[in-house]
């Protein structure tokens, strides 16, 4: 078993979010790609992608369960875990109770509300507390705001919109569009489902066409007027993941039903519980 320094592999990915709306056009990811120079017209290509994005469910709130592994091979951390409690609102507040073992064993809980967050390792009685921006001095310069995730899930690609994109291969199974760049910023190269109309990969790459993020979709539902995809994965090259498979969806409850959702970390027993700044958090893999 291995326990290291909970970075974005844990803290970030999990705490599903906004991020997209401060900075218009441009994507909030790692590196955003510059837009591009001149507008060149696929439209073929562009209405592709405008009904992938329209046929999301884009919504204010998400409930589920499911699963959700992370691993960081460089690090050799690996880890596992069942999510028997995920509630979300647009735009920065969710709660992730995990467990291992069949629901025996809690493993970590989870809650952010605002620009701050509550980390609590039952195995070590410790809470560690702090705000998003500790969270990404923690992540040892990954660039990569965990507020993402929750725009990405409940409102999808919409900026993708914003850019030029050029037509590359194309079969009856996807289809696949790159954004028009200069040829020194990073850039985008979006794959899509042309029968399905949905979105199955993002990818961030650099100047030189290599990958350093990318972000995966898969097994939409049919859920609240709209599709969505019930397995969830972020990449960062090929050492680290994290990939979520949920179940039991249930979108757009309104927020005030949530509420006691985020209860509960905030009353533990302080004689009994440790607390500890965000950016030591720690968590024990799966054995090796």
């Not at 705490?15 to 120079?37: D, I, K, M, Y």
């Not at 998400?62 to 050799?76: C, E, H, S, T």
């Not at 990818?203 to 350093?212: C, Q, R, S």
Request: aromatic share 8%; charged share 25%.
């Amino acid at each position: 078993m291995r326990s290291r320094a909970i970075t974005l592999l844990v803290l970030g990915a999990v705490a599903l979010t906004s991020g997209l709306t401060a900075c218009a056009p441009a994507l909030r990811a790692p590196n955003a790609p510059a837009t591009a120079v001149a507008p060149v017209t696929d439209q073929y290509g562009k209405e592709m992608l405008a009904a992938a994005i329209n046929a999301r469910a884009a919504v204010e709130t998400l409930v589920a369960k499911g699963d959700m592994r992370i691993q960081d091979r460089a690090n050799k951390f690996s880890l596992g875990v069942q999510i028997d409690q995920m509630a979300a609102v647009y735009p920065d507040r969710l709660r992730l109770k995990t467990s291992k073992l069949a629901g025996t064993v809690e493993a970590f809980d989870i809650l952010m509300r605002d620009n701050n967050i509550a980390f609590f390792v039952p195995r070590h009685h410790t809470l560690y507390v702090g705000t998003v921006g500790q969270l990404k001095q923690a992540q040892g310069g990954l660039n990569f705001s965990p507020e993402i995730m929750l725009d990405r899930l409940l409102h999808g690609s919409r900026p993708l919109l914003n850019y030029e994109w050029r037509t590359g291969s194309r079969d009856n199974k996807s289809l696949t569009l790159e954004q028009v760049h200069r040829p020194d910023s990073n850039y985008l190269r979006v794959t899509l489902d042309p029968r399905q109309k949905v979105i199955l990969r993002v990818a961030y790459l650099n100047p030189a066409g290599g990958e350093y993020f990318v972000e995966e979709y898969d097994n939409y539902r049919a859920l609240n007027g709209g599709l969505f995809p019930t397995r969830f994965a972020l990449l960062w090259g090929d050492e680290r993941f994290v990939r979520f498979n949920l179940k039991d969806v249930e979108l757009g409850r309104s927020a005030a039903a949530l509420g006691e959702a985020f209860a509960g970390i905030d009353n533990l027993d302080m004689e009994r519980v440790k607390r500890q700044p965000l950016q030591d958090a720690r968590v024990d893999g799966d054995e090796q």
